[in-house]
């Protein structure tokens, strides 16, 4: 059916690609494509032989230049952007000039300031709408899945929802005393950020984790959470119709958190460049390059994740509670496709919003947050793909 250019080979972008190995009548051809081309080689290694044509190419994505040539010479319909959030901008920007579809699952931000927000990329909505293409932002799970179930949700079950409460809990071991499951730059620059929370359409800001909850999680049990700033809470507040309250909370261990408060007192967080023997560095890059990579925690990781949303609202008048979510475990993520969970239910989302453009079921030029497009046919393919949803009418609340 059709072509993606695949941004990136890292741990999300090696499962997003088996998933489109996995739908080769959609994906007939892709091609792999970043700034190291031998991690892009080794996954067509790895996956070649199948129906769908793996081809592989460098590109620094950092450059509009580049990454325009790689789009003429390859000629895709959609490029599925799976390199880090400060190169969102400069591929929009080539898939402007080229006229091509574009998905990604993270939020522009500037190297230099640990700032999430959806302003730099709404700015192109005209010119997408314009131009005649989409791009869908946030297809992860959260942001992503969690788009999707809110606008589900709002589609199936409800007149307003009022209140939302996304809950991401990762009970999964892999052994380390310290390591990140994704990008430990991007993780950690999120989870020192200070908190926030939209309440009667105003921001509400905390210390950095200033709010703890203790949640009793279907398939896991109770776990301690921290309520974080979370880019979706700023798309679902305009999104979803009644809107009052919306929080995200991500669970960390003791253990974690400990680590992550030497480090910072350390200074080894810090964004901001410092003199090294004659060299700038940036303190949380070097950190990054001691970390365990997230990409080989897969064999070690063992135990479950349990990513979903609470929802509070009306339903013809009267009161209802609706909890939608996911439970994936990590091992046999790994026995599937050789990644971790995080990867795991990050990747298959990014696959099947690409999809969604693709099969032309979602076809909406401009700059569209994914809870604006008919959620149905992405549930679907969730309970497909690997990462099936449960829901429950009667869930504990979090106070
Ligand atoms: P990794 O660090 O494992 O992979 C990033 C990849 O991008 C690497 O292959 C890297 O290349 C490549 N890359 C980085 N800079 C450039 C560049 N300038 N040009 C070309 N390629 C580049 O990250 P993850 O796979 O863990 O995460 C990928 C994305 O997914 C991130 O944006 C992250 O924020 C997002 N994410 C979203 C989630 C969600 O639920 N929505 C959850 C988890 C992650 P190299 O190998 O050379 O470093």
Request: aromatic share 10%; net charge negative; glycine share 8%.
């Amino acid at each position: 059916m059709g072509k993606a250019l695949i941004i990136g080979a890292g741990g999300v972008a090696s499962v997003c690609i088996h998933k489109c190995c996995q739908n080769s009548d959609v994906f007939e051809e892709i091609c792999i494509a970043s700034r190291t081309k031998s991690k892009c080689d080794a996954l067509k290694a790895k996956l070649d032989g199948g129906k769908t044509k793996i081809s592989t190419a460098q590109v620094n994505a950092d450059n509009v230049d580049e990454l325009i040539a790689l789009i003429n010479q390859f000629k895709p319909d959609v490029v599925i952007n799976l390199a880090l959030p400060y190169q969102d901008l400069t591929i929009m920007d080539a898939c402007l000039a080229t006229k091509v579809n574009y998905v990604d699952t993270a939020n522009y931000e500037p190297l230099d300031t640990a700032k999430f927000e959806y302003s730099w990329q709404w700015a192109y909505r005209e010119r997408f709408e314009k131009a005649g293409i989409t791009a869908l932002l946030g297809s992860g799970f959260d942001p992503g899945v969690t788009g999707v179930f809110s606008a589900y949700a709002m589609k199936h079950q409800f007149d307003e929802i009022n209140y939302i409460d996304i809950l991401d809990c990762n009970a999964g071991d892999h052994g380390y005393p310290f390591a990140t499951n994704f990008n430990p730059e991007i993780n950690i620059r999120e989870v020192s950020a200070k908190g926030s929370y939209i309440e009667d359409g105003k921001w509400v800001e905390t210390e950095p984790m200033e709010i703890k909850r203790v949640y009793n999680f279907p398939e896991i049990g109770e776990k301690d959470m921290y309520l974080l700033h979370h880019e979706e809470l700023e798309s679902l507040a305009l999104n979803i119709k009644g809107i009052k309250r919306i929080r995200f909370f991500m669970t960390f261990g003791q253990s974690y958190l400990t680590h992550l408060k030497c480090l910072e007192n350390v200074g080894m967080t810090s964004i901001e460049p410092i003199d090294f023997e004659g060299h700038k560095i940036v303190p949380l890059q070097f950190l990054k390059a001691v970390l365990p990579d997230p990409a080989s925690l897969g064999p070690r990781t063992v135990g479950k994740t349990n990513i979903g949303c609470i929802f509070i609202g009306k339903k013809d008048g009267k009161d209802k509670t609706y909890y939608l979510y996911n439970v994936c475990d990590h091992q046999e993520c790994y026995k599937e496709v050789g990644s971790q969970a995080i990867s795991y239910t990050t990747g298959v989302p990014a696959m099947i919003g690409a999809a969604m453009l693709l099969t032309g079921k979602w076809n909406k030029p401009g700059v569209h947050n994914i809870e604006e497009f008919d959620p149905d046919p992405f549930m679907e393919a969730l309970n497909t793909f690997g990462l099936p949803w449960k829901e429950s009418f009667n869930p504990d609340l979090v106070e």
